[in-house]
């Protein structure tokens, strides 16, 4: 039973290209998280999607940034247009129903540098 | 707005030790509280969740309690062990119901 699926697990990039990083939540989970851990700091929320739908994006910067969750395929999380201040690392979360009682299941997460 | 802080920032102890950790909360709405594990360069791993209506939870060595009216939570670890080095992150689920609010951790390290 395969747990959240995150890939790249590091991803390198130049300033001005794109970031693409993806994630495979647990089976039979149809919740995807989206959280951001900038170099010593917390982990901030960024975006919760169920499949086909953003549900909240309050979390992620208006520009540059976007997230889906097609009906077939992993979650993707877009960076254009990438700056130094993008380089952290960013951790995808799924659960099987948006409610509370039930834990959020991490995956390993994507470290994301920019040159 | 919730915050929620971590102290210590870190915690170095011998090895055998019980040790507390301390994750406290603004807003005591809360859905319930998590608490993970970091080692560095990796993923998270979650130790313990507890309902806004329970007061505990225990697993192995680890055992968690919950205040809500106090808005503090404690990771209990006890006989502790240098694998059990690495940071400890608190969470919260609050009003929202699905957006986790994080502490900064405390990083942990047990001396052999």
């Known amino acids: 039973n395969a747990g959240v699926m995150q890939n790249p697990r590091h991803l390198v990039r130049r300033r001005g290209q794109e970031a693409r990083l993806r994630c495979s939540p647990m089976k039979g989970h149809s919740h995807v998280y989206w959280y951001r851990q900038l170099p010593e700091e917390g982990l901030k929320f960024m975006v919760y999607l169920q499949k086909e739908n953003i549900i909240d994006e309050s979390g992620m910067p208006k520009e540059r940034f976007s997230a889906e969750f097609p009906k077939e395929g992993p979650s993707i999380l877009r960076i254009q247009q990438v700056v130094r201040g993008d380089s952290a690392a960013y951790f995808c979360?799924?659960?099987?129903?948006?409610?509370?009682?039930?834990?959020?299941?991490f995956g390993d997460g994507t470290r994301l540098s920019i040159l | 707005k919730q915050e929620v802080t971590q102290i210590p920032a870190a915690l170095s102890v011998p090895e055998g030790e019980n040790l507390v950790l301390n994750c406290s909360f603004t807003d005591s709405a809360i859905y319930n509280l998590q608490w993970f594990r970091q080692d560095p360069g990796k993923g998270l791993t979650s130790l313990l969740l507890?309902?806004?209506s329970q007061r505990e939870q225990t697993s192995g060595r680890l055992n968690a309690s919950l205040d809500k009216s106090s808005g503090r939570s404690t990771l209990y670890i006890a006989a502790s062990q240098p694998g059990d080095s690495a940071t400890y992150l608190c969470a919260v689920n609050g009003a929202s119901n699905y957006q986790l609010i994080w502490g900064a951790g405390t990083k942990l390290i047990i001396k052999p």
């Open positions: 507890i309902q806004s």
């Open positions: 979360a799924s659960s099987p129903t948006g409610v509370s009682n039930q834990p959020q299941h």
